[in-house]
């Protein structure tokens, strides 16, 4: 297959060199919200701990029903705004 050196496929996703690559063709580190896993990541806290921070308001996060989502910009702002106390 040409061109399919650098991508691997799992579960409909393929995955690239520069992270994940959904169907739609728009990679994650595009959108808006972020899952909840994904802003773990990037804090580096466990499942436990952003929930708990997610229900006491300490982390501004966005509900989409039953999903808790985290926008990149607020998530940016809030890791500021903890810095500079």
Known sequence: MEGSEN???FNSRRVKEGGIE???G???AGRML???GE???ELGVG???FYRMAASGALPVVRIGRSVRV???ALEAWIRA???K
């Open 22 to 24: 959904r169907s739609g």
């Open 7 to 9: 991508r691997k496929t």
């Open 47 to 49: 499942r436990t701990k």
């Open 71 to 73: 926008s990149r910009a």
């Open 82 to 84: 903890q810095s500079c």
């Open 26 to 28: 728009r990679p994650s």
């Open 34 to 36: 972020m899952k909840a």
């Open 39 to 41: 802003a773990r990541a």
